[in-house]
């Protein structure tokens, strides 16, 4: 098992997404569907990885992931990137996932996860990420 939990712990990262767990993304037990998170930390973490790739990104990875925490309806998700590694066409990127649960109170993260992706192009093909600015 990977220890992901901290004594205080705090968002790593810039906020690149929030959104509130819906009905609709519940599994059988009433918690939020566990492939949905994934789904939607795959979109935060692709949003970041154009911007630093200057366009289209496919993801290629995901590793060490772990759920800490079940996320109730209602609750605020926000998710957190931050880039690890820029390679030659690759980018590696951790994304985290928070909760500031309604009934609770409590602001706790639900999981984590490293995501790489690569700059594509229009045909689909890898491509160089152009160097940073300054």
Do not use: C
Request: proline content about 6%; charged content about 20%.
């Amino acid at each position: 098992m990977i220890d992901l939990e901290q004594e205080d712990p705090t968002p790593q990262g810039d906020l690149a997404m929030q959104m509130t767990a819906l009905p609709r993304e519940t599994n059988g037990f009433g918690d939020i569907f566990g492939g949905w998170l994934v789904s939607q930390m795959d979109l935060a973490g692709t949003a970041m990885a154009s911007r630093i790739a200057g366009g289209r990104v496919a993801t290629v990875a995901v590793d060490r992931m772990a759920f800490l925490v079940p996320v109730s309806v209602g609750a605020q998700l926000s998710f957190y990137t931050q880039t690890k590694e820029v390679g030659r066409s690759s980018i590696r990127m951790l994304v985290e996932v928070w909760s500031d649960d309604p009934l609770s109170a409590e602001w706790r993260k639900v999981t984590e996860a490293q995501f790489v992706f690569v700059a594509i192009d229009g045909s689909g093909r890898t491509r160089p990420v152009p160097p940073r600015r300054s």
